[in-house]
């Protein structure tokens, strides 16, 4: 088999983080649940099985530079740039088109940047595994089921389908369908009836089979796509890059592409160790789960408190007496809150930005 091509998607917002995450420093690029950013966690995590030559990151344009600055070894030619906000449909057809570029059979590998995996060799195994049957069935797409713990409204859900394939340690089956966020009653029932997995958006494909799939679905951005593919290497590369992404279909790729080739799409079930890091709460649930005490980063001195989230950036935070609270200190802004309302941040975030406080975001 021909080595894999992994690319970690870096290119969100991440506003129920706020006001860690910021539009100038996202929670990908922050140190949150270790030492090292996400980013640098999720890279180093890949770094142990693949070489840094086929190892990717797609991100925004005004990223490139915390890219290059928290990943030095990366080559330079690695960092992929997206000119427009768009979503996830058009960054995977641009990952996809620039690979195919130098190989069209290229199997590609793709990884958000701001998950905590515990586990993580339980995942690399199935990756082998991923690869090994995009190699035999090249029209496929494998994406990895987390077998959930909880029921959660958060996350999507994968129903799964039959077993196709035996890889190793890992079994392979088809999918019956995609749901998006259900509420708290539907996830009880997926839990219940067995069979559902979290939807981590972690998917693995052959470049030239995915284009074909954009051609068929998304054909617009797919021929967006055929035009920067053709300018790579050109004086004109920028601006038809600029020009023909920020026309692209803002969709996920969930929609514009796994829901509709249903026939296609394979399922790898995992018992991972894992999560998307949310929102305040989450983070607090993933570093200490099953804790009543505090999550703190920062010189934090507490008196009576329960079950706390304190980052103190620049002097020390005192709580007294506070409950399932957050307080987020920064140089820019303070955040006060509980964390029932915690998913709810980017609500008010949006809010914020659309009057005089847009600067803090």
Known sequence: MKKMKVVIMA??????????????????FQALASDQTMLQDTYSRMSTKYDH?????????????????????IPRENIILETSLRDTASAIALIAGLIAKKDPE???????????????EVLLNALDAAHKYIDENAKSIVTFGILPTHPDSGYGYIKKGEAVAGMGD???????????KPDIETASKYLDEGGYYWNAGMFVFRADEMLKKYKTFVPDTHNRVMAIQEAVGTDEFEAILTEQYAGMDKISVDYAIMENATTDIRLIPLALSWSDVGDWARLKETVIPESDGHMSK???????????????NQKPVVTVGLEDMVVVDTPEALLVCTQSEAANLSKYVKEMGAGKYEHLL
């Open 11 to 28: 290119g969100g917002n991440g506003t129920r983080l706020w006001p860690m995450s910021t539009r100038s420093k996202p929670k990908q």
């Open 53 to 73: 030559e086929d190892l990717f990151v797609a991100t925004s344009k005004g990223y490139a530079g915390l890219v290059a600055e928290q990943l030095p070894e």
């Open 106 to 120: 290229a199997t590609v590998a793709i990884f958000p940047s701001d998950h905590v995996i515990e586990n993580s």
């Open 170 to 180: 890992d079994t392979v089956f088809t999918t019956e369908r995609f749901v998006e």
């Open 298 to 312: 920062g010189e934090h001195i507490d008196f009576n408190s329960r079950n706390t989230i304190v980052f103190a």
